[in-house]
Each structure stands twice: as C-alpha cells, then as structure tokens.
C-alpha cells in the first residue's frame, strides 16, 4: 500500500509541478527555427510557446537549429514540421529531398511568418509555403479582416482583428490558397499587395498540407491567446488531427 501511494504522489507530481501530461502523446511535431539571414529574437519565445500547446493539446513537441534532422527516417516520427521563423537557405540538397518525399508522403507543413524569407532558390518550397517575402515597411498597427470564420484557425477570432506585427508583402503567391486572413492596407503604410494581401492560408500541396500565418513577428504574438490559438488550429490540419473546416 505504502508504494502505491508513493506512486500516486508520484503521478500527481509529474503532472502538476512539470506541467506535462502523463497521458500518451497522439503525434509529434518538429519545430525547425535556423536562420541563416536575419534572426529573430522572437524564436526564443516561439520555442517554448509551442511546446505549451504541445502540453496542453496533448502532441509531443521536438525542437531544433539542426539541418540534419531532415532525413527519411528522422522525418517519419512527425505529422508535421513547422518553420518557425526560418530565413535564408537552411536545407542542403539531400535534405530538401528528404523534405519532399516526407510531404508527398503526407506529412504537413507549418510556415510562421518569415518561413518566407526561405529557401528562395527551391521553387517547390515557394509553392509549398504559398508564397515568398519581399519587404516590409516599419512595424506598426493594422486591421486584418478574417474572410474564412468558419476555419479551426479562424473561428475564434473577431471579424476585424487589429494587432501590431511587421507586415510582410509577398511575392510568388501561389493561386491555389485558400486564404483565411487578409491584411487591409489602407489602415497602416507600405502595403504592396493590393486590395486582397493574404496574411494568413491553408492548402493541401503535393500529397501534403501546408498552412502559413505571416503573424508572428513579435514576442507579444507567443502570449496572445488570439495568436495561439490561430497557430494551434494550423497545427492541427497540418499534422492531420482536424479538418481547417
């Protein structure tokens, strides 16, 4: 009886003083954050961010900087990868074909605003990502309108959403999105992309399924509830858990 309850306790601990569920995981993500242009000081919030949705959704969460972990077998282990803020070219050649077959076969995608700026000489990626980056105009505050409010990451966000980020124009957008955000440029300066800027989409691509927010800039977007819960529902359809509708 003693070892039961010392067991008990032992449970309770784990579960309340970690943080982590002891229940079993359902899948795993990979969150890949190298830079090799500009780095964002955000990923350091990022990280943690989505290893408190893994916690709390019940998904396991592995993190690196490492190109390598882009291998056939390394790849299999995840319903999805998310570039968190990736920027310039972090895949070698064996490396994005590992990448392609781990989508063809399936896997999903998550681009977190300056997975964008990636990758510019791998015209595949382009088209999986949706779209590629072009510049952008000082940070400051803006009105997005959510045209798709039925999404699982859209559905709790208020028709007009106006938050402060560093809004990116684009470049190379791939018509077959399915846009669920768009950034209106006559409420803030430096918008390139006319009357339909897509700030946020979804579509399945080559076997798999992609989703990309351009949110996600800066640090306050990993505290705000609103932008969580966007990221978990793109999460979510990527890895094959829900439906985007």
């Given at each position: ?85 990736t ?16 989508i ?22 382009g088209?999986l ?13 803006a ?103």
């Open positions: 009886m003693k070892s039961k309850s010392i067991l008990q306790y032992l449970f309770i601990f784990l579960a309340v003083f970690t943080g982590k569920s002891v229940c079993a995981q359902k899948y795993s993500i990979l969150v890949f954050s190298k830079t090799a242009g500009f780095h964002h000081q955000s990923i350091a919030v990022g990280v943690p961010a989505i290893q408190k949705l893994g916690i709390e959704n019940k998904f396991g969460v592995d993190t690196t900087t490492d190109s390598t972990q882009f291998t056939p077998l390394n790849l299999k282990k995840y319903a999805a990868v998310v570039f968190l803020n920027t310039g070219n972090v895949l070698g050649e064996e490396q994005q074909k590992a990448f392609e077959d781990y063809k076969g399936g896997g999903g995608y998550v681009g977190v605003h300056s997975a964008t700026d990636t990758e510019y000489d791998w015209p595949w990626y088209k990502a949706g779209a590629y980056f072009v510049k952008h105009p000082a940070q400051q505050m009105d997005l309108h959510v045209i798709d409010r039925k999404s699982i990451a859209t559905k709790h966000l208020p028709a007009t959403w106006s938050r402060k980020d560093e809004w990116y124009n684009f470049k190379d957008i791939n018509p077959d999105l399915k846009v669920l955000i768009e950034l209106d440029e006559s409420t803030y300066s430096g918008g390139m992309n006319g009357a339909h800027h897509p700030m946020a989409w979804y579509h399945d691509y080559d076997g798999g399924r992609a989703f990309y927010t351009g949110l996600g800039h800066v640090d306050d977007s990993y505290t705000d509830p609103l932008f969580l819960k966007h990221l978990l529902g793109g999460i979510q359809y990527a890895a094959g858990q829900k439906r985007m509708e």
